[in-house]
């Protein structure tokens, strides 16, 4: 009985071991991804078309509002302007995104990061790949 125990605390030290050195190799970087978003070109171009559709649908909402006398209906008319603006903003955002995030993703590869972290979740230490990020997408 003896023996199997310490095989047991043998077998967990070696264990421990591997993965303290496994996450002794990983390498954190850190990305403020609104910092980059401001600095696109296509999120300002995506921004300025949704202020546009959410003008237009808004002014015709507020029409359709403004003539209806039920309240229910009234309530349904500006749930479906939210629905239809949340749809229209997933169209023109989602593609940006994409963008930012397959960047972040070949920016961390040739950095050698193996985890990259949001800005606002880094207290302390990591390497700050953001302008290299920023840099990347402007080409």
Not at 19 to 28: I, L, N, P, Q, R
Not at 111 to 117: A, E, F, H, P
């Given at each position: 009985m003896k023996k199997l125990t310490v095989l047991i605390l043998a077998v967990l030290a070696i264990l421990s071991f591997s993965?303290?050195?496994?996450?002794?190799?990983?390498?954190?970087g850190f990305v403020d991804d609104m910092a980059v978003l401001q600095q696109s070109a296509k999120f300002k171009q995506a921004q300025t078309q949704l202020e546009?559709?959410?003008k237009k649908k808004s002014e015709t909402a507020k029409?359709?509002?403004?003539?209806?006398?039920?309240?229910?209906?009234k309530a349904q008319i500006v749930q479906n302007l939210q629905l239809d603006l949340r749809n229209e903003e997933g169209k023109l955002m989602n593609p940006v995104l994409k963008e930012l995030n397959d960047t972040?993703?070949?920016?961390a590869k040739a950095?050698?990061?193996?985890?990259?972290?949001n800005k606002a979740l880094v207290y302390y230490g990591g390497i700050d790949i953001t302008q290299d990020?920023?840099?990347a997408l402007k080409r």
């Open positions: 993965v303290m050195s496994f996450a002794a190799e990983e390498k954190v546009a559709i959410s029409l359709a509002f403004d003539k209806e006398t039920d309240e229910k209906k972040i993703s070949t920016v950095k050698g990061v193996t985890i990259v972290l990020v920023i840099t």
